[in-house]
């Protein structure tokens, strides 16, 4: 995926990570992209290296009672995308808040 095939969905994606949101529903619940946008998109963001993921510990999710999670975060190559769709989509600077650190309720 270099930067001129880097959409708009993945653009507002990387634009989440960016603002705190790590987990697959957080960024659709701060985008309003579908599921099914959000999880391929990130696989492919991935395979770009504009993004790393790990797996969050069975134990932290089980004392939660829900599913592990798998987080996202940006690398150096994910920010300069972004910096690149930034300057193409300048609806992106109009768009998400940065995380708080309140407590959300989970979707899970």
Request: glycine share 6%; hydrophobic share 30%; with cysteine.
């Amino acid at each position: 995926m270099g930067k001129s095939f880097l959409s708009f969905a993945a653009a507002v994606i990387l634009q989440a990570l960016d603002n705190g949101y790590q987990y697959g529903f957080d960024i659709m619940d701060v985008t309003g992209l579908p599921s099914g946008t959000v999880y391929p998109a990130l696989r492919r963001l991935e395979d770009a290296c504009y993004v790393r993921s790990k797996w969050e510990k069975h134990s932290i999710a089980q004392e939660e009672a829900r599913p592990p999670r798998k987080y996202y975060e940006l690398t150096r190559e994910g920010r300069d995308a972004l910096a690149e769709a930034r300057s193409r989509y300048r609806l992106l600077e109009q768009t998400q808040e940065p995380k708080t650190d309140k407590p959300k309720t989970s979707r899970a």
